[in-house]
Structure formats: structure tokens, C-alpha cells
């Protein structure tokens, strides 16, 4: 079964330390225990959700602020660059 | 009982972890004559650069203090100079001297490229013959000046090789040593962390000026970062945003407090953990930490990065268990225990600590013995 690392108790996201394939559970380990049952294929060393997360929510890892939820987020998803957006150094909003 | 390492002890004290002949180019029209004296010299290691030539003002000052830093840098017994002219040459020769050890130079103008090659090869003859001479002695952990940088990174990075880094960097400094963390845009979504650590206003000031100057540098050009920063290789390796990014970067500082802000290519005077404003990528990075006089860096790569300096020789560390497959080659130091076995961060930390002192004694690199080093000089301005 495929591992993902929880790095603090308030994030929302864990980083997977085996590749996993949709449908696959996975088990937590850090700061949560458990399964995770992935809605996608998840790549090495990428990020699966692990509480749902509203439209413009912050993503929390390490229990930072890593960017915010460009849609609407569900447990279980692969979260990467199409559904976190970073909020720094945007110049490309300033210009809009 | 205090760790010692066996370095060189120089004319100004300062401690080298190498005993090399820098053939360095005043200017780039001079790098093929530099390239072929140093492979033509054992010893030598040749330190070449773009532009300068045309360069002007403070730009111009501040390359030729670049050179001068690579020069007087203490893994660098003695100095060759490759000019174009007198003047150029002697204005980067000034600036190295200030450490008492050798510098010579030579110019190809008036008489060529094969006199200059001739000339130079005799005076790197002389140079290296003497730079022989020198033997290693035991010396505190309190001289070393060491750079922590990261590269191809990706989601190992933050949880495994550069956290490792960071207890290499707290041992370090607990010895009495000096810890240079730089790369001012992978701060960008860490740095109030990191500011917290400075000991008084002006270096907290000092650093968030910097890390806010290259923020404002993406907005005011009004492009969206994010096209470079994360680097597509770091998206590969799961790395989203450069926030996420920054708050795996700043692990390699370990947790000591931040005592100074330096210039690019600036020389710390005091000891501790400083950060250097110079721009993040590695080789440009590198050649920054070398200048400030760095003996070694400390390189902590996820997906992968061989590149390594030619001045300050770089330790590649990396925790991802399929890179240290796929590019066994080029790393130096297996992180991956950390998120393969369980291993205490302070445990693989504590190991690096060793290897760094072995590393200091004269145990060689991949990107040594392989030959994978290179040199650049960043410049702020165009040239006339």
C-alpha cells in the first residue's frame, strides 16, 4: 500500500512516498494515521488531499501556507498545479 | 572532544580544504587561453567568466570583485591572472593580493594568444610546483565557511536532504563555524518564518528587503513567477508552488539564529548562519558562495542536479530513493534512509556532519572527479 507523509496536524495535504493509482487506498503516517483512498493516480512524491477544501481555501503543508484552492477540493484527490494556485510574486494578477 | 578536519592554513589565516592554482580570466576573451594553461598544468583549475569587457561603473566593480572573491578564496593557494591588458588585470590583481598569497598575470596583448599561453603555462609551472609544497594540518571546524544551496528539488527535498543539511548546519555553527543559506527568490512564502530567527531589526530588515526586492522584481515585470519558480523539473517532483518550495529550502538553514545579510559574493566577518541576496539558480549561486569564500557547499537535490563549482567543491545530498537509482553518478551523500527507513533527520544530519569533515580532509566529489564544474558571474546591467 502505498505511504503518504502527513508533516502537521493542520495541513491539508500528504505527500505520497510510493506512487499510487486511483481507487488504491493509501496509509497515512507523520502526524495522521489511517487510509486515504485515492480518486486519481498519484505520482511519487506528489500530494493527495486529505480534508475536503473549499474554492480559495488555503492548502496547509508543514502547517504553512503553500497557495489556496484554485476549485473546489475532495479527500482523496491529486492536488498539484491544476487545483493549487500560489499567491506570491504574481505579477501577472497586479498587470490584470 | 572537538571535530578537526586537515586543511591549509593560508597567509591570512583562513583555512583551505584544497590546494588548487585558480587560472582565472580577467574577461571572457580570455577563456581559451585560460581553459588551455590549466588542462596543460596539473594543479590548476581553470576559472573562466562572461563579459567584463565593456562592463562598467558599479556593474564593473562589482564583476571584478566576483573574480577577486573566486581568487581569494582559500581553497585557492596561488592565482594566475588571464588579461586582455594591464590595467583590467591589475585592478582584479590588486583586489587578491589583500590575502598575501601569490598572484600572477600574464596578457595577451601585445604579443598573442601562443605567448600568453606560453608565458602563462611557465607561471602556473612555478605556481603549482610551489603550491605542492604545502601539507594539511588539523584544524577547527571554527574555520570553515560553509554554503547550503538546493536543486532539482521536489518533495524529498524539504523532508529528507536538505533538513539534513540543516543539522549539518547547526552542528556546524555549534562548532564555532559559518553557514552561508542564499538563493533570495526560494524564500518567497518562508520568509516570515526565517525572519524571526534574524538576532536584531536591521538583519531581519536587511533580509525581507532583499526577498521582497526580488518579489516585487516578478511583479513589477508583470509576469506570474510561477513559469520559473517552481522550475519544471521541481513540478515533476510534486513541488506546486514556490511557497512550498521556500518552506523546504529553509530546512538546509537548520534552526540557528540569522546573525548577518550579505552582499552577493560578499565575505562574512562575523561567524554563524547569514544569508546571501544572489539569485537562486545553482551555478550562478555556487559561483556567489565561492566568492564569499565558502570551502565547500552543501547541495541537497530531489530529481537531480550533477552541476558543481569550481571553487567551492559541492556535496550533492539527495533523500529521493529513485534519483539515487537514476543518478547514483552524480551523488554524493544517500539522505534517502530518512523516508525509506525511518531514519532520524539528526541521525543522517549527524553522518553528513562526518562526511563534511572528510570532505574537508580531502576526500574528493563526484562533480570533482568527474569534472562537472562551471563558473557564472551574474551581472545586474548591460553592458556599453
Redesign the interface.
Known amino acids: 500500500m502505498p505511504r503518504a507523509?502527513v508533516?502537521n496536524q493542520a495541513d491539508n495535504v500528504a505527500?505520497?512516498?510510493d506512487a499510487g493509482r486511483a481507487g488504491e487506498p493509501c496509509t497515512l503516517q507523520g502526524e495522521a494515521s489511517g487510509q486515504m483512498t485515492l480518486l486519481q493516480d498519484v505520482?511519487?512524491?506528489?500530494?493527495v488531499c486529505i480534508a475536503d477544501t473549499p474554492q480559495s481555501a488555503d492548502v496547509l503543508?508543514?502547517g504553512?501556507?503553500?497557495?489556496r484552492a484554485s476549485r473546489n477540493l475532495k479527500a482523496g484527490e491529486h492536488?498539484?498545479?491544476h487545483n493549487?494556485?500560489?499567491?506570491?510574486?504574481?505579477?501577472?494578477?497586479?498587470?490584470r | 572532544m572537538a571535530m578537526t578536519f586537515l586543511g591549509y592554513r593560508r597567509e591570512n589565516d583562513a583555512v583551505g580544504v584544497r590546494n588548487w592554482v585558480a587560472v582565472i580570466s580577467v574577461m571572457d576573451n580570455c577563456n581559451p587561453v585560460t581553459r588551455t594553461i590549466a588542462q596543460t598544468v596539473s594543479g590548476c583549475i581553470p576559472v573562466t567568466t562572461l563579459f567584463v569587457r565593456g562592463q562598467f561603473g558599479a556593474d564593473l566593480d562589482f564583476a571584478y570583485e566576483s573574480l577577486a572573491g573566486l581568487g581569494r578564496n582559500p581553497n585557492v593557494a596561488a592565482v594566475l591572472l588571464v588579461g586582455l591588458e594591464d590595467s583590467s588585470t591589475e585592478e582584479v590583481a590588486r583586489r587578491i593580493r589583500t590575502t598575501g598569497k601569490p598572484v600572477e598575470t600574464v596578457h595577451l596583448q601585445p604579443n598573442g594568444t601562443i605567448d600568453c599561453i606560453a608565458a602563462g603555462t611557465r607561471k602556473a609551472l612555478k605556481l603549482s610546483l610551489a603550491a605542492s609544497r604545502a601539507r594539511r594540518e588539523p584544524c577547527p571546524v571554527s574555520a570553515l565557511v560553509l554554503g547550503v544551496e538546493c536543486g532539482g528539488s521536489?518533495?524529498?527535498s524539504?523532508?529528507s536532504c536538505n533538513p539534513a543539511i540543516g543539522r549539518l548546519a547547526d552542528r556546524v555553527i555549534e562548532a564555532g563555524g559559518t553557514i552561508i543559506i542564499s538563493e533570495t527568490?526560494e524564500f518567497?512564502?518562508?520568509e516570515h518564518?526565517f525572519a524571526e530567527r534574524a538576532v536584531d531589526d536591521s538583519v531581519r530588515d536587511a533580509f525581507v528587503k532583499a526577498v521582497r526586492g526580488?518579489?516585487n522584481l516578478?511583479?513589477?515585470?508583470?509576469?506570474?513567477?510561477?513559469e520559473s519558480?517552481p522550475s519544471p523539473d521541481n513540478?515533476r517532483?510534486?513541488l506546486?508552488?514556490?511557497?512550498?518550495k521556500a518552506?523546504?529550502a529553509m530546512a538546509k538553514a537548520g534552526s540557528s539564529p540569522l546573525v548577518g545579510v550579505l552582499r552577493y559574493g560578499e565575505a562574512p566577518v562575523k561567524k554563524g548562519l547569514h544569508f546571501m541576496d544572489a539569485p537562486a539558480a545553482a551555478v550562478e549561486n555556487l559561483s556567489a558562495l565561492a566568492a564569499g569564500g565558502c570551502q565547500l557547499t552543501f547541495f541537497g537535490t530531489?530529481v537531480g542536479n550533477p552541476i558543481g563549482s569550481m571553487v567551492a567543491p559541492t556535496v550533492k545530498v539527495c533523500g529521493?530513493v529513485?534519483t539515487l537509482e537514476t543518478m547514483a553518478d552524480n551523488i554524493d551523500f544517500d539522505a534517502s534512509g530518512i523516508?525509506e527507513k525511518g531514519q532520524k533527520i539528526s541521525d543522517v544530519g549527524d553522518r553528513l556532519y562526518a562526511y563534511a569533515m572528510d570532505v574537508a580532509s580531502g576526500t574528493r566529489l563526484s562533480s570533482e572527479i568527474l569534472d562537472i564544474r562551471e563558473t557564472a558571474i551574474s551581472r545586474f546591467a548591460l553592458s556599453l
Open positions: 507523509i508533516l505527500t505520497l512516498l505520482p511519487f512524491g506528489h500530494k503543508k508543514y504553512q501556507v503553500i497557495g492536488m498539484h498545479v493549487i494556485e500560489s499567491t506570491r510574486a504574481r505579477g501577472d494578477l497586479e498587470k | 521536489d518533495t524529498t524539504g523532508l527568490s518567497i512564502g518562508a518564518l526580488m518579489e516578478a511583479i513589477e515585470r508583470g509576469v506570474d513567477m510561477r519558480q513540478k517532483g510534486g506546486t508552488t514556490v511557497e512550498e518552506l523546504g530531489g529521493n529513485n523516508l
